[in-house]
T-cell receptor, first 110, second 117 residues
């Protein structure tokens, strides 16, 4: 199936550093969702975005819906070891059927 | 937040047998649920869209007779892997669509790991 381009694919960072990742698409999306998945578990919803330009925070996480509606960004501030996991973006070009990014694997060095 | 459960969380079966996986939305009604398959270190691949009271919609390349989906109520969808073979071993994850006005999100279950011997 179709997938979004998500980058970076993986990253190692020092504890306390800020993290940025993004997803881009050739299609316009109406909704962007960001999830975190830990090994052996299902993805957990972090942030949902519904309007172009929208900026939404959830604790140390901030995500933005790109104004072109073809991209979205997720930032994690002051990373901690429990931020380890795989982060997925998901975009919906229409209603309800989402396309998932390839994931960003985050590893935090204490 | 919305809660979606899956049962069983893991299952081991012999080749040729059928396995049923349940997906329940615990605190909201979901007319639409989704079934995904995930291989190690890969993203989620949509298998089918489960619609309450109607036939499921399968993605290209997914055998509908192999992966039977039933969405008999607003809180329950089941995926049955029929005549399972080792290549069907995977992590299966369901999600449920929740709407609030014009906004919608998907909430995922914890996944079911299937191992076919």
């Amino acid at each position: 199936g179709q997938q979004l381009n998500q980058s970076p694919q993986s990253m190692f960072i020092q504890e306390g550093e800020d993290v940025s990742m993004n997803c881009t698409s050739s299609s316009i999306f109406n909704t962007w969702l960001w999830y975190k998945q830990e090994p052996g578990e299902g993805p957990v919803l972090l942030i949902a975005l519904y309007k172009a330009g929208e900026l939404t925070s959830n604790g140390r996480l901030t995500a933005q819906f790109g104004i072109t509606r073809k991209d979205s960004f997720l930032n994690i501030s002051a990373s901690i070891p429990s931020d380890v996991g795989i982060y997925f973006c998901a975009g919906a070009p229409g209603t309800y059927k989402y396309i998932f990014g390839t994931g960003t694997r985050l590893k935090v060095l204490a | 937040g919305a809660v979606v459960s899956q049962h069983p969380s893991w299952v081991i079966c012999k080749s040729g047998t059928s396995v049923k996986i349940e997906c329940r939305s615990l605190d909201f009604q979901a007319t639409t649920m989704f079934w995904y398959r995930q291989f190690p270190k890969q993203s989620l691949m949509l298998m089918a869209t489960s619609n309450e009271g109607s036939k499921a919609t399968y993605e290209q390349g997914v055998e509908k007779d192999k992966f039977l989906i039933n969405h008999a109520s607003l809180t329950l969808s089941t995926l049955t892997v029929t005549s399972a073979h080792p290549e069907d071993s995977s992590f299966y994850i369901c999600s449920a669509r929740r709407t609030s006005g014009v906004q919608e999100t998907q909430y995922f279950g914890p996944g079911t790991r299937l191992l076919v011997l």
